[in-house]
T-cell receptor, first 112, second 117 residues
Framework: LAKTTQPISMDSYEGQEVNITCSHN???????ITWYQQFPSQGPRFIIQ???TKVTNEVASLFIPADRKSSTLSLPRVSLSDTAVYYC?????????????FGTGTRLTVIP | DAGVIQSPRHEVTEMGQEVTLRCKPI?????LFWYRQTMMRGLELLIY????????DSGMPEDRFSAKMPNASFSTLKIQPSEPRDSAVYFC???????????????FGAGSRLTVL
């Protein structure tokens, strides 16, 4: 199981860029990195997925260094509505349930 | 598409009663997952199906829990008999797994909040 380590919590002011880093030192060659967002009383929602370098979509960017032992989710100019728990998952389909393992996540609180 | 639909949204029952949670995955998705979330243990994968066949049920807590997927558009998670420690939010998720490289991207339902008194 490719274990991930994230900060338990983070605070940020509105309008700032937020970077959440996830460590995955034993990531396997075929593993992908997937991030989810969960609001209170809702199920997790897919944000972004990547394998290497940088991936960007309309919601966030994902930065993955060459060694792939960590990844950083970047949220540009956060608003109060970005307050949520963010989960980093590592694995691929061949690893079965391993790519479906949610750790403790990072609780982001956006402050007015 | 209406997304992953779960019912009931809330259920309160007494210890010893049977509980049945239901899930309708997104049409066309071929994989379905059941998770349980509590404050103490976070999100736990209980079981997942691929093409209606259970693939991994190692997360099912004990024999009191059972899950079925009789067809591609319906799944149930049953707890019999229920206990107070089963109180949690149960999520169902689905995805279209076409094989190949990459990791599954799941679409979650809104969850079923179970309280066992």
């Amino acid at each position: 199981l490719a274990k991930t380590t994230q900060p338990i919590s983070m605070d940020s002011y509105e309008g700032q860029e937020v970077n959440i880093t996830c460590s995955h030192n034993n990531i396997a060659t075929n593993d992908y990195i997937t991030w989810y967002q969960q609001f209170p009383s809702q199920g997790p929602r897919f944000i972004i997925q990547g394998y290497k370098t940088k991936v960007t979509n309309e919601v966030a960017s994902l930065f993955i260094p060459a060694d792939r032992k960590s990844s950083t989710l970047s949220l540009p100019r956060v608003s109060l509505s970005d307050t949520a728990v963010y989960y980093c998952l590592v694995g691929d389909k061949e690893s079965g349930a391993n790519n479906l393992f949610f750790g403790t996540g990072t609780r982001l609180t956006v402050i007015p | 598409d209406a997304g992953v639909i779960q019912s009931p949204r809330h259920e309160v029952t007494e210890m010893g009663q049977e509980v049945t949670l239901r899930c309708k995955p997104i049409s066309g998705h071929n994989s379905l997952f059941w998770y349980r979330q509590t404050m103490m243990r976070g999100l736990e994968l209980l079981i997942y199906f691929n093409n209606n066949v259970p693939i991994d049920d190692s997360g099912m807590p004990e024999d009191r829990f059972s899950a079925k997927m009789p067809n591609a558009s319906f799944s149930t998670l049953k707890i019999q008999p229920s206990e107070p420690r089963d109180s949690a939010v149960y999520f169902c998720a689905s995805t279209l797994d076409v094989g190949g490289a990459g990791a599954n991207v799941l679409t979650f339902g809104a969850g079923s909040r179970l309280t066992v008194l």
